[in-house]
């Protein structure tokens, strides 16, 4: 099932970004989570940006797991007026390379009076602070841990011809693949309230034992033989028990238990992971799509039956001369006779 939000803030942003690129911008970064480089690609970008040159920036590459980054980029970097790199945010010198392949992807403002504009977006917590910070060297954006800080658009000169253009972190309306909802959740990209930490902790482990299996066992000093016959939920259990979150009673507390694991993959701690590859997310996303569609088209197929029946069953009123009532579009109820 999609996954549905539209804060009033989202909203402003999607208005910023649009105004923005109609006053002329010559690049857009888009800041993906190189744990989760699919989930955290805006869907609505291309036609926000309206085919401007992308740079697609696979930002906390050092918590990802290097050959999956490597897949991305190359998925990326094949499409046309794309380029791609991984970063970590923090690092300076890796920073600069943005620049730099801002101006590979448009060699041909070199040279002319007016500044290369550079847009940069990306979703909450993407490390759109941590990174514009690292370029300017001084704290120019707000940095945390929940998402949603950055809230207004700013303008930062980092040399006399390279304008970049903030914008506030952006989710879309819908998400459509059920899985990139639950990665969006893992990474913290999606506030704590917004899905279930327990359910959210639960899929995380059940990808984790599929793509990285005895990352857990390790981390949290699991048997590998108790686990094996465990399902997820369980699993999570067992991790609580491990670190104590007990409950009055001996039950354990799962939210605790979820808390700790999201915390320990969010920092790192449970090793270099990437929740997807291109292949799947791909794959998930054609069908997704395929699968919204055919709901839009049952919608509309039901909305027209609908109509067609209640203007057949207004008929008969319309022979009621006392009535006197136009049709309208709530379809007023003709009542019986
Ligand atoms: N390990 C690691 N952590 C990072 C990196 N970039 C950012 N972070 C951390 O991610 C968290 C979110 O970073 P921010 O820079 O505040 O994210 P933002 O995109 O500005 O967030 P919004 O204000 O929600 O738009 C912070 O705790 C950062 O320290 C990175 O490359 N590697």
Same mark, same amino acid.
């Given at each position: 099932?999609?996954?549905?939000?539209?804060?009033?803030?989202?909203? #402003?942003?999607?208005?910023?970004?649009?105004?923005?690129?109609?006053?002329?911008?010559?690049?857009?970064?888009?800041?993906?989570?190189?744990?989760?480089?699919?989930?955290?690609?805006?869907?609505?970008?291309? %036609? #926000?940006?309206?085919?401007?040159?992308?740079?697609?920036?696979?930002?906390?590459?050092?918590?990802?797991?290097?050959?999956?980054?490597?897949?991305? &980029?190359?998925?990326?970097?094949?499409?046309?007026?794309?380029?791609?790199?991984? &970063?970590?945010?923090?690092?300076?010198?890796?920073?600069?390379?943005?620049?730099?392949?801002?101006?590979?992807?448009?060699?041909?403002?070199?040279?002319? *009076?007016?500044?290369?504009?550079?847009?940069?977006?990306?979703?909450?917590?993407?490390?759109?602070?941590?990174?514009?910070?690292?370029?300017?060297?001084?704290?120019?954006?707000?940095?945390?841990?929940?998402?949603?800080?950055?809230?207004? $658009?700013?303008?930062?000169?980092?040399?006399? *011809?390279?304008?970049?253009?903030?914008?506030?972190?952006?989710?879309?309306?819908?998400?459509?693949?059920?899985?990139?909802?639950?990665? #969006?959740?893992?990474?913290?990209?999606?506030?704590?309230?917004?899905?279930?930490?327990?359910?959210?902790?639960?899929?995380?482990?059940?990808?984790?034992?599929?793509?990285?299996?005895?990352?857990? $066992?390790?981390?949290?000093?699991?048997?590998?033989?108790?686990?094996?016959?465990?399902?997820?939920?369980?699993?999570?259990?067992?991790?609580?028990?491990?670190?104590?979150?007990?409950?009055?009673?001996?039950?354990?507390?799962?939210?605790?238990?979820?808390?700790?694991? &999201?915390?320990?993959?969010?920092?790192?701690?449970?090793?270099?992971?990437?929740?997807? #590859?291109?292949?799947?997310?791909?794959?998930?996303?054609?069908?997704?799509? @395929?699968?919204?569609?055919?709901?839009?088209?049952?919608?509309? $197929?039901?909305?027209?039956?609908?109509?067609?029946? %209640? %203007?057949?069953?207004?008929?008969?009123?319309?022979?009621?001369?006392?009535?006197?009532?136009? @049709?309208? $579009?709530?379809?007023?109820?003709?009542?019986?006779?």
């Amino acid at each position: 099932m999609a996954i549905q939000w539209f804060p009033g803030h989202m909203h #402003l942003t999607r208005q910023a970004i649009l105004a923005r690129v109609k006053d002329g911008i010559d690049v857009v970064i888009e800041l993906l989570d190189a744990r989760a480089p699919g989930s955290s690609a805006n869907p609505l970008i291309a %036609s #926000l940006t309206q085919g401007r040159a992308a740079l697609k920036v696979l930002n906390k590459q050092d918590l990802a797991d290097a050959a999956r980054t490597e897949a991305w &980029l190359a998925h990326y970097n094949s499409q046309p007026d794309t380029r791609a790199i991984g &970063l970590d945010a923090s690092m300076s010198a890796p920073a600069q390379r943005l620049i730099t392949a801002c101006r590979e992807l448009k060699p041909n403002r070199n040279g002319l *009076d007016k500044p290369m504009r550079v847009l940069i977006c990306g979703i909450p917590n993407v490390g759109k602070s941590t990174l514009i910070n690292t370029l300017t060297g001084k704290r120019a954006a707000k940095t945390g841990d929940e998402p949603g800080i950055t809230k207004t $658009e700013q303008r930062i000169a980092l040399a006399h *011809d390279f304008y970049l253009y903030d914008t506030p972190g952006m989710l879309w309306p819908k998400i459509l693949v059920e899985q990139s909802g639950f990665h #969006l959740a893992a990474t913290g990209a999606v506030g704590r309230n917004a899905i279930e930490e327990e359910v959210v902790a639960e899929v995380l482990i059940g990808r984790l034992r599929r793509d990285y299996p005895g990352a857990l $066992e390790t981390r949290y000093k699991l048997q590998a033989g108790d686990t094996a016959a465990m399902n997820d939920a369980e699993m999570l259990a067992a991790i609580g028990r491990k670190r104590g979150a007990v409950l009055s009673g001996g039950r354990i507390n799962l939210q605790k238990a979820a808390e700790i694991v &999201l915390h320990e993959f969010r920092a790192g701690l449970l090793g270099r992971i990437t929740l997807e #590859l291109p292949e799947e997310h791909l794959a998930l996303t054609a069908a997704a799509e @395929e699968a919204e569609a055919a709901l839009q088209a049952a919608r509309l $197929e039901k909305k027209r039956s609908r109509r067609g029946r %209640s %203007s057949r069953d207004a008929q008969p009123d319309d022979e009621r001369e006392n009535d006197g009532d136009n @049709e309208g $579009e709530s379809g007023g109820d003709g009542g019986d006779a």
